[in-house]
């Protein structure tokens, strides 16, 4: 298994701003995932990111909107940039340990 | 391109109540694997458990069953004597190769009362 935190745990911040949301892994991973999950929906994934390269984003989703740093195999942050109300949600990361997926306990957002 | 399809939106059952809780997936690929995960109130991601393409057989944890039919792409979860710890969202996921994204059905509430 594999034991993720997030950090903050939640956070209300002004439009226009922008928030780093930081996941750490206890053990080294390829791959790290970040969803996100805005309220009453399901989870989309926003990119991959491997240790070493750029993040992958999934369609709709940019670097200029949410870069993504991956230092080293336990680690990654994500930036939500520029918030608007719509940004408001929780954002997770996960990893793949041992063919499972672990999610962290999530960031909650919320934009004003 | 993958989805995966959770009909019903919410559930709400009387505790001891058995209560099912149905998946279905479509994908081309022949590899895949299917997932079930569980959000409490609380906000977490609890990974309940994970069935490759390959292994139809069904899967019984405690009061929890899974019901994998390839025939008819679905991938169903069964609470059986409900509690009200049972009292979640339960999500179910497709992610085809390893170390890729999962693929999420909207997610099914279901609400367990005394």
């Known amino acids: 298994s594999a034991v993720i935190s997030q950090k903050p745990s939640r956070d209300i911040c002004q439009r226009g701003t922008s928030l780093t949301i930081q996941c750490q892994v206890d053990?080294?991973?390829?791959?790290m995932f970040w969803y996100r999950q805005q309220p009453g929906q399901s989870l989309t994934l926003i990119a991959t990111?491997?240790?070493?390269?750029?993040?992958?984003?999934e369609s709709g989703f940019v670097i200029d909107k949410f870069p993504i740093s991956r230092p080293n195999l336990t680690f990654s942050t994500l930036t939500v940039s520029n918030m608007s109300p719509e940004d408001s949600s929780i954002y997770l990361c996960?990893?793949?340990?041992?063919?499972?997926?672990?999610f962290g306990p999530g960031t909650r957002l919320t934009v004003t | 391109a993958q989805k995966v399809t959770q009909a019903q939106t919410e559930i709400s059952v009387v505790e001891k109540e058995d209560v099912t809780l149905d998946c279905v997936y479509e994908?081309?690929?022949?590899?895949?694997?299917l997932f079930w995960y569980k959000q409490p109130p609380s906000g977490e991601l609890v990974f309940l458990i994970r069935r490759n393409s390959f292994d139809e057989q069904n899967e019984i944890s405690g009061r929890y069953s899974w019901n994998f039919q390839k025939s008819t792409s679905s991938f169903n979860f069964t609470i059986t004597a409900s509690q009200v710890v049972d009292s979640a969202v339960y999500f179910c996921?497709?992610?085809?190769?390893?170390?890729?994204?999962?693929?999420f059905g909207t997610g099914t509430r279901l609400q367990v009362t005394l």
């Open positions: 996921a497709l992610q085809t190769g390893t170390a890729s994204k999962l693929t």
């Open positions: 053990s080294q991973v390829t791959m």
């Open positions: 994908t081309r690929d022949t590899t895949y694997y």
């Open positions: 996960s990893v793949e340990v041992g063919y499972e997926q672990y």
């Open positions: 990111a491997n240790q070493g390269s750029e993040a992958t984003y």
